[in-house]
């Protein structure tokens, strides 16, 4: 079965600290991998997305990078985070088992800059 | 441009019956999704339409209406546990991303 696995699922930094969030999924390959965020309240909004290995897409020029070293694995970094950096983190893939008509997302991970 | 609009909270009885409402506008449509996301969880898939009509699935059914731009998640014998935000997302055919709405924050009340 395809699953995905995101961590941490809390996480609380001060300002100007680097960031590692690691998304790793499962049950499948060469899958198209999405890092949102999501502000309270709000909808979901695409900060990168990759097709492959050290494929990345940026959709929004901000203090955040992502890197793919593995098939199925996706990092998101910041080498000094902002407060308004905080906000809920979600990485997710579309299953082409099914036509890539059903997205997965991974636990979420909650990150409060301080 | 881009644009999806669904109503930001609703409130309705358990037992009941309720429609969450989305109209989007998109240069290029290839899908619309519901999706269900209970306060710090992550969001769960509930219907993909790409076809006008009515898909059902269980207590939950989604319709599709691509010339009006429109679509609506019907929830039948709502149960406490539905209470939940309702997110609405379609699909851009140019470069294949999910455009997301707000949400819509159901509450049920006994």
């Known amino acids: 079965s395809q699953t995905i696995h995101q961590w941490p699922a809390t996480l609380v930094q001060p300002v100007g600290s680097p960031l590692s969030l690691e998304c790793t999924v499962e049950g499948t390959s060469n899958p198209n991998l999405y890092w949102y965020r999501q502000a309270a309240g709000r909808g979901l909004q695409l900060l990168f997305y990759s097709v492959g290995i050290g494929q990345i897409s940026s959709e929004v020029p901000q203090n955040l990078s992502a890197s793919r070293p593995q098939d199925r694995q996706f990092i998101l970094s910041s080498k000094k985070l902002l407060l308004s950096d905080s906000g809920f983190y979600l990485c997710?893939?579309?299953?082409?088992?099914?036509?890539?008509?059903?997205?997965?997302f991974g636990q979420g991970t909650r990150l409060t800059v301080v | 441009g881009q644009n999806i609009d669904q109503p930001t909270e609703m409130t309705a009885t358990e037992g009941a019956i309720v429609q969450i409402n989305c109209t989007y506008q998109t240069s290029g449509f290839n899908g619309l999704f519901w999706y269900q996301q209970h306060a710090g969880e992550a969001p769960t898939f509930l219907s993909y339409?790409?076809l006008d009509g009515l898909e059902e699935k269980g207590r939950f059914s989604s319709f599709l209406s691509r010339s009006k731009g429109y679509s609506y998640l019907l929830l039948k014998e709502l149960q406490m546990k539905d209470s939940a935000s309702y997110l609405c997302?379609?699909?851009?055919?140019?470069?294949?991303?999910?455009?997301w709405g707000a949400g819509t924050k159901l509450i049920i009340k006994p």
């Open positions: 339409n790409v």
């Open positions: 997302a379609v699909r851009d055919r140019s470069n294949y991303q999910l455009i």
């Open positions: 997710a893939f579309f299953s082409r088992d099914r036509g890539e008509t059903e997205a997965f």
